[in-house]
């Protein structure tokens, strides 16, 4: 059984009938964000063949049109879960207060993939409205591992660690990205999101080569792939400077580096996201459409694990 792919707990009593989970199929299916605006459009498209991801932090409510919305969703497609507001990467303790909120929400819908940023977003009682990046080194890896811990003894299920997209680092690091994910994987048995659009804003902006990052990704680590539009700008010194925007169309670098992925490693969940100026339902689903022509050629070995 591949990491984030446990049996759903059972649902509380009272809660609205939901769309059976079968993992097994959707571990060769393309799905997009989720966004309420487009319900009626997907509804009325009665497609079997989707899933939907959605923000966690937008669906910690008692109820409203919002959850609504996904109740309805969730009736007839599976979802996952992405959580933005954990500070997994944080120096102090968890908000309990919010993983118990996630809890709620986990226990609710029953998501078939739940996933966190390795990044920080807390200090004190701030909390700053980005994704931070974090020093590899023992400290931080101690910090992380125990914070994965806590979270998934908490939802009982594997959680799923994203990569994140950078603009800086820290002189400080004694470990590269790719071992300091593979030793978080290996510490606390989370699965790992792959967000292959992160990895190419990381290095342009950092200057290092995406492909090399990729060669020495813990890809048997990985349950989900994301993928993303970026906008470009130049930077002060005239270089280029990408920025993880996820409101257009997935870039072609972005998916020449997904195709060589899944050529290797086998089909993947794959999810579009598009969280910024988004567009109408057909343009979102067109983008998922592109994944899945991808998926439906990546071959599995025959022993269940996907080729190297």
């Known amino acids: 059984m591949a990491p984030g792919m446990e049996n759903a707990q059972s649902r509380p009593s009272g809660c609205a009938q939901l769309h059976p989970v079968n993992r097994a199929s959707l571990w060769r299916l393309a799905g997009t964000s989720f966004k309420p605006e487009h319900l009626q459009a997907i509804l009325a498209e009665k497609s079997s063949a989707h899933w939907f991801e959605v923000h966690a932090e ?17 009736r007839d497609y599976a ?119 992160n990895v190419m804003v990381s290095a342009t902006n950092r200057g290092y080569s995406a492909l090399d990052y990729l060669t020495t990704f813990p890809l048997d680590r990985v349950s989900e792939i994301h993928l993303a539009g970026h906008a470009q700008q130049v930077d002060d010194e005239g270089d280029l400077l990408l920025i993880d925007s996820h409101d257009r169309r997935v870039a072609e670098s972005v998916w020449k580096l997904y195709e060589g992925v899944i050529g290797r490693q086998g089909p993947l969940p794959t999810l579009i996201e598009w969280d910024s100026q988004v567009p109408d339902w057909p343009t979102l689903e067109r983008e998922a459409k592109l994944a899945q022509s991808a998926l439906d050629v990546a071959v599995p070995s025959a022993s269940g694990h996907y080729a190297a």
């Open 58 to 74: 937008n669906f910690m409510m008692a109820g409203g049109p919002r959850l609504q919305a996904l109740e309805r969703l969730r």
């Open 79 to 197: 979802i996952s879960v992405h959580g933005v507001g954990l500070s997994i990467g944080a120096a102090q303790p968890l908000d309990e207060l919010h993983l118990k909120r996630l809890g709620a929400v986990v226990n609710r819908f029953e998501p078939a993939l739940v996933s966190e940023h390795l990044a920080w977003s807390t200090h004190g009682t701030t909390f700053y409205n980005d994704l931070l990046p974090l020093p590899y080194d023992a400290q931080s890896l101690t910090n992380v591992c125990d914070h994965i811990d806590r979270v998934q003894e908490m939802l009982q299920r594997t959680l799923l660690l994203e990569n994140p997209s950078t603009y800086v680092a820290f002189a400080t690091s004694t470990m590269t990205e790719t071992e300091f994910l593979r030793a978080v994987a290996s510490r606390t048995g989370c699965g790992l999101l792959l967000d292959i659009n």
